[in-house]
């Protein structure tokens, strides 16, 4: 049985990082004022590479993988990392941060529709359900600008970068078999970052790189990077490993709304009617699909939910 300051302890560090997460999204929104997408987000993943690299060489290192665990390793960055992370940017450069909160919360729906296509995993009316609340919520955020119909490229890219993610949950669904959350966290990571530096070197080569030289604007990079994408990830896995999945993955509604509000204060974006009704429905749409989650043992990883929040 589960010590009860142990679990308080836990539920608030879940908190804590549900908060973190959401504010995560506005720091990111605030640094592309400084830094162009491509380098910011090669910049940011490289430090948390660096602290997950010392972290793995404080534990006392990692077992090697296997050839088959390097090649979803290099699914995992290529889609989780590369790919995810130059979508999610370039869209959030040309969007706001809270569509980018609600549209990366669909990710989870949109796996259960990918494990169904490539994995032949069978879906339950819940998940079926859940499905159509997202994929109607995405419509209504990213179909109404204002009081007008029509679809920004920035939300176009967002909706990219949440695919990019779904299909990396794929891998690391494979991945856990054999290897820790924490494994696959730090392998993916610093492949990913790896991945990356050959698109930074091509937004410099092409002259489109953009960086400040303000030292705020890079601390606040390094630190979104080591705790919002570094330490959080860990705390999040405690929590977990407490109080159990399902309760954990409660608090994955509150980042999109938490983005919502700190974006309108501190960056002045509108919030928006559609905005409201689409979250809404994208949220009750993983809260439908993950039923079966609510109500397994508290000892099960989230991991799907635990790599969608790593932005």
Not at 109 to 125: D, G, Q
Not at 237 to 263: D, E, Q
Request: charged content about 10%; hydrophobic content about 55%; overall charge positive.
């Amino acid at each position: 049985m589960v010590n009860m300051s142990v679990q308080k302890s836990a539920l608030l560090g879940l908190f804590g990082v549900s908060l973190l997460w959401g504010c995560n999204y506005v720091v990111s929104a605030f640094l592309l004022r400084a830094f162009s997408p491509i380098f910011l987000s090669f910049a940011r993943i490289s430090m948390t590479s660096l602290f997950l690299f010392f972290v793995a060489l404080k534990v006392g290192g990692l077992r090697r993988p296997t050839k088959h665990e390097w090649f979803l390793l290099a699914g995992t960055g290529i889609f989780g990392t590369l790919f995810n992370q130059i979508f999610y940017f370039t869209g959030l450069h040309q969007s706001t941060a809270s569509n980018a909160a609600l549209i990366i919360a669909m990710s989870p729906v949109a796996t259960t529709i990918l494990e169904r296509i490539f994995l032949k995993v069978p879906l339950t009316l819940t998940k079926v359900i859940g499905a159509l609340f997202g994929l109607g919520g995405v419509i209504v955020i990213v179909g109404f600008q204002g009081e007008s119909l029509g679809v920004t490229s920035g939300d176009l890219y967002l909706l990219f970068a949440m695919l990019a993610l779904s299909i990396s949950l794929l891998f690391i669904r494979g991945l856990t078999h054999s290897m820790s959350s924490y494994a696959v966290t730090i392998f993916s990571t610093i492949l990913g970052s790896i991945l990356m530096a050959p698109a930074a070197a091509g937004e410099a080569i092409f002259g489109h790189i953009e960086m400040s030289h303000s030292l705020l604007f890079w601390m606040l990079m390094c630190t979104a990077g080591i705790i919002a994408q570094g330490m959080a990830g860990f705390w999040w896995n405690r929590g977990v490993s407490v109080v159990g999945a399902g309760t954990a993955s409660m608090f994955m509604n509150i980042p999109p709304f938490i983005a919502l509000i700190v974006g309108h204060w501190v960056l002045g974006d509108a919030i928006r009617t559609a905005q409201v009704i689409g979250g809404f429905l994208v949220l009750s749409g993983v809260f439908i699909a993950n039923q079966s989650s609510f109500r397994a043992s508290k000892g099960k990883r989230n991991v799907c939910q635990n790599a969608a929040e790593s932005l």
